[in-house]
């Protein structure tokens, strides 16, 4: 192969072509799996609706929507803030507190440009507390699963 002859010009078009088809195609991916992950966050939450009892709930429907907001702000960015996801959770009494929770918490999207993840409460919080500390992540999860919680 005579190096004198190649196009340059081709072999950098060839080139940001293959580029823009492997980025293409993993954007594809990341879609597709999502619609399948907030499909499941959702069916999730249409069922623990069904389990929530009334007079079970500890806190006022104010409460859990300031819960569930203070918890997506401590998972979503660029570092989770563990300490407040401890405070909210472990005052919750029982497993009707957690669905509440849930169910107000919704499907939420990671607004941060290093993530495409969206899901539940339970995905973010699976998601999120797989980085850290064993210690510390079963701590929460033994919380939860005070409650009847398995995530």
Known sequence: MDLK?????KVIIFSALGVGVIIGGTIAVKRVIGLFEEKEGKDEIKE????????????????????????????????????????IIAPMRTKSDYLKTLDTFGVKKST????????????????????????????????????GIIL
């Open 48 to 87: 623990s609706k069904k389990e929530i009892v009334k007079s079970d709930l500890s806190f006022s429907d104010a409460a859990y929507e300031t819960m569930a907001n203070s918890l997506y702000t401590a998972m979503n960015g660029i570092w989770t803030n563990v300490p407040t996801i401890t405070r």
């Open 112 to 147: 941060t440009w290093l993530s495409s993840f969206e899901g539940n409460l339970s995905q973010w919080l699976v998601d999120e507390l797989a980085t850290e500390l064993e210690s510390t992540r079963d701590a929460i999860y033994g919380k939860l699963n005070s409650l």
């Open 5 to 9: 002859n190649i196009d340059v010009k």
